[in-house]
């Protein structure tokens, strides 16, 4: 592999974290070999490279795995910092970008995930607070391109894979984001401009299909 480096990834198709990791990578313009983890019947790798969480992102590189989706992002940054830069350089812009960033991971999978794994108030409930969070998220990128300003950067590379799953949401909701945060929408169109993010987010159609499947072997009706 190009300058001796060894890459792999530990990934899992629908998965949001891991589709981060993609898009640091093609931001960085890195080759790497994608492992596909079939997660009801984990790999000795995974259960090697990550014992502690036996999740995937696994992010293994010469043979050392890095884990958890945002810390595998910075490591990438920090690694290859000559080409696209993701986390600003100002420690207080730093900071910033990790707190949206942080927002995003305690707030916006739990929402979607209440969204489509309940019914009744407690989906209504779920939505509005999507809603809320997102708006606030609007809220932050303002009239900026994205959220790293006029470049695409860390708290970009953390939400847009949310994006892909926006598409369920919306179907076991039965509502629109569009239609309450359009700025939001508008600013995932511009990321899916870039090949880093098109070439690395999954197809919206069939995480709705490996959802319900999910939901079937759940027994979530
Ligand atoms: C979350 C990873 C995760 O939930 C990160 O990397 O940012 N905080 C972590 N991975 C899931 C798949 S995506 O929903 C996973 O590997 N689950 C397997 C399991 O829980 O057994």
Not at 19 to 47: C, F, T, W
Not at 90 to 101: D, I
Request: neutral net charge.
């Amino acid at each position: 592999m190009a300058g001796g480096e060894e890459v792999v990834l530990l990934d899992s198709y629908a998965s949001m974290f891991g589709m981060r990791v993609k898009v640091a990578l093609g931001e960085k313009g890195i080759q790497y070999v994608h492992k596909e983890e079939d997660l009801k019947n984990k790999s000795p790798l995974l259960l090697e490279m990550n014992p502690v969480h036996k999740k995937i992102p696994v992010l293994i590189h010469n043979g050392k795995p890095v884990c958890e989706s945002l810390i595998i992002v910075q490591y990438i940054d920090e690694v290859w910092k000559d080409k696209s830069p993701l986390l600003p350089s100002h420690p207080y812009n730093r900071a910033q970008a990790r707190f949206w960033a942080d927002f995003v991971d305690k707030k916006i999978y739990d929402c979607g995930r209440r969204i489509w794994a309940t019914k009744g108030e407690e989906q209504e409930a779920a939505k509005k607070e999507l809603i809320d969070c997102l708006k606030l998220l609007e809220g932050e990128l303002g009239d900026k391109p994205f959220f790293g300003g006029e470049s695409f950067g860390f708290v970009d590379v953390a939400l847009i894979p949310f994006y892909t799953w926006f598409y369920t949401y919306e179907k076991h909701g039965n509502f629109s984001i569009e239609a309450h945060c359009p700025k939001l929408v508008e600013w995932a169109k511009r990321c899916m401009q870039k090949d880093s993010v098109s070439t690395s987010l999954a197809d919206p159609h069939k995480i709705h299909e490996f959802v319900i499947q999910l939901k079937k072997r759940l027994g979530i009706d």
